[in-house]
């Protein structure tokens, strides 16, 4: 493996983020290594991919790529939550490309490859250490580990863009990470053959239908966990991904000590509405279940000098709205952006850095307020949520504002949205569907 000795930015992690920064930042001519610890394709949760991430997936000159490999396109999405019934479609809202379910160690594979392409020297099976950040900025080093012969090594670079995902190399490394009390949620998940699937209609369809008919991402409200608890329905090409969000201090009751984590989960599933009936005479896949803890968390810092965080490594809240990929995206070009001006005015680097860490966490604080489970009277709907919201089209304002009245999760968001006037955004893009089919068509 011949890694350099040095580079003009290094990237950690080839997830989304990462792959996004290292072309970005190659487009624009630099010297990019990127370090991915593991070998993809690798399997990753978060499979819904809405809309959103097209525009960077068009500025990455990767979109042909990834219509080329034919994922599924979903119709809509419908959310049952504590009995009723809504849907939305993206294209009611003016997106003219699909929102797409996707097996990540495939998508994430053709992002990390396109990123080679364009020129970026990607690593992998090589694990990021330790970072030495120089508060001067003139050089910054990463020490990194070759998975297979444990030989190590340091590249010297002028910035670092911190793509760890939950990882969080540089947050962990300067204790900056702090848990999200307000989002103390947990997830398992697992797989299964020949589900059944639902339609934009509420239909419920057999497997075989899949590709003439179109699916819908089904999200469901766990009933024995009132507004908190959710699972998703994902119909992929080969196979359905299921999965259970639960509030880790429910938990604590709710499942026996004895019972383990994947017969609770297998148990639950066939006892949710709608959910078992989807996934009555659907074979489980074994070996594929999966587990995360404790995953909300904030980065109180998302630059610094030498450094910038994006993605996961910045931040996670919550995965009810499917914004984890777009905002990996979006945060890359947002770094490469940034790094581009700090390069070619080092003068510049404090202006860049606020500018970055501004937009940056302005999103997170928008995805917080959307996936926030109860309004608490008298909490201050942030001024820098409110001024990222503000700068998306009104098309993403509608969006958002309908989607944030799926659940009762988000009462706050309504705050957030305001048109020119100033008054509420409403909508009549969200399709309330009385009862749910039963049919099996
Ligand atoms: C339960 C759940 C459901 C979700 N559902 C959705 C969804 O439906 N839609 C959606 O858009 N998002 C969803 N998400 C979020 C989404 O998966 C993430 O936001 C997204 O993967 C973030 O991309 P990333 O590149 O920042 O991080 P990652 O995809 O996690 O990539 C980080 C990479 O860094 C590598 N790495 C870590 N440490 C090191 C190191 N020390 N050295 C080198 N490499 C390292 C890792 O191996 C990994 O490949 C979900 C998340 C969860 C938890």
Redesign the pocket.
């Known amino acids: 493996m011949n890694i350099p000795k040095s580079c003009d930015v290094v990237v950690?992690?080839?997830?989304?983020?990462?792959s996004m920064a290292a072309t970005f930042l190659s487009q624009k001519g630099y010297d990019v290594v990127l370090?991915?610890?593991?070998k993809h394709p690798?399997h990753?949760?978060?499979?819904?991919?809405?809309p959103t991430f097209w525009k960077y997936a068009d500025l990455a000159q990767v979109s042909d790529k990834i219509i080329a490999e034919n994922f599924l396109q979903k119709s809509a999405g419908i959310v049952a939550w504590k009995g009723s019934v809504k849907k939305l479609a993206f294209k009611d809202f003016g997106f003219s490309r699909s929102a797409l379910h996707v097996e990540r160690d495939r998508f994430?594979h053709i992002l990390i490859e396109n990123a080679r392409e364009k020129g970026a020297q990607v690593f992998e099976e090589?694990?990021?250490l330790d970072t030495h950040l120089n508060e001067s900025n003139q050089e910054q080093n990463v020490t990194y580990r070759i998975n297979e012969d444990k030989t190590s090594g340091q590249i010297a670079c002028r910035f670092i863009v911190d793509?760890?995902?939950?990882?969080a190399?540089i947050g962990r490394k300067l204790g900056i990470r702090v848990v999200d009390q307000g989002f103390r949620f947990m997830?398992i998940?697992g797989y299964f053959k020949n589900s059944k699937y639902m339609d934009s209609d509420g239909k419920i369809h057999p497997w075989e239908n899949l590709r003439t008919i179109p699916p819908v991402t089904f999200q469901c409200s766990i009933p024995d966990l009132g507004d908190w608890g959710w699972t998703w329905h994902i119909p992929q090409r080969d196979r359905t991904s299921v999965?259970l969000?639960l509030p880790i201090e429910a938990m604590k009751t709710a499942k026996p000590t004895s019972e383990s984590w994947e017969s609770y989960f297998l148990r639950k599933c066939y006892e949710i509405p709608y959910l078992s009936q989807l996934l009555e005479n659907a074979q489980y896949c074994q070996g594929d279940f999966g587990k995360?803890n404790d995953?909300s968390y904030r980065l109180t810092q998302v630059a610094g000098p030498g450094y910038f965080m994006?993605?996961?490594?910045a931040g996670?809240i919550d995965?009810i709205f499917?914004?984890?990929?777009?905002?990996?995206m979006y945060s890359a070009y947002l770094a490469a952006w940034a790094i581009d001006r700090c390069l070619k005015n080092p003068d510049s680097l404090g202006q860049n850095q606020a500018l970055f860490t501004k937009q940056l966490q302005g999103r997170y604080e928008v995805s917080r307020s959307l996936a926030l489970p109860r309004y608490e009277s008298g909490e201050q709907v942030s001024k820098l949520a409110k001024t990222a919201v503000q700068l998306q089209s009104q098309m993403e304002q509608e969006l958002m504002y309908v989607v944030s009245t799926m659940s009762t999760r988000s009462d706050n968001f309504s705050d957030l949205v305001t048109n020119e006037n100033g008054q509420r955004v409403t909508s009549d893009k969200l399709q309330v569907i009385s009862e749910l089919e039963t049919i099996v068509i």
């Open positions: 950690i992690g080839g997830g989304p983020g990462g370090l991915e610890k593991q690798r990753r949760i978060g499979e819904n991919i809405i994430d090589v694990s990021v793509a760890s995902g939950q990882g190399v997830s998940w999965g969000i995360i995953y994006i993605g996961d490594a996670f995965p499917s914004i984890g990929v777009p905002l990996a």
